[in-house]
């Protein structure tokens, strides 16, 4: 029904930046709102940070002035860029979007994750 895709995890060192994508296709009439989590391995899932379509964002207190989520309406693409990278951000990115499909019923979907690995 809806799909989501993410993307532009990697291998990175500490002090540098990536930029992930969730990208969503399917059945969408309206997004109403994207969030990003984190997993590790023994860990909670963490959630990072919220883009309201529409404009308002929120994140986590651990991500707040290094990370910053936008999104692209045309493109029903929501990215989350990520500066000054630590050995603690390492995780698996995942998106949860929701949404309204075309029924008009509201649903939340979840993307299958991309690795940040943050290591020297």
């Known amino acids: 029904q809806v799909q989501l895709v993410e993307s532009g995890g990697g291998l990175v060192q500490p002090g540098g930046s990536l930029r992930l994508s969730c990208a969503a296709s399917?059945?969408?009439?309206?997004?109403?709102?994207v969030d990003w989590f984190r997993q590790t391995p023994g860990k909670q899932r963490e959630w990072v940070a919220r883009l309201t379509w529409g404009g308002s964002t929120v994140y986590a207190d651990s991500v707040k002035g290094r990370f910053t989520i936008s999104g692209d309406n045309a493109k029903k693409t929501v990215y989350l860029q990520m500066n000054n990278l630590k050995s603690e951000d390492t995780a698996l990115y995942v998106c949860?979007?929701?949404?309204?499909?075309?029924?008009?019923?509201?649903?939340?979907?979840w993307g299958q994750g991309t690795q940040v690995t943050v290591s020297s």
């Open positions: 949860k979007a929701d949404v309204v499909v075309v029924a008009r019923s509201r649903y939340d979907f």
């Open positions: 399917g059945s969408i009439f309206s997004i109403n709102t």
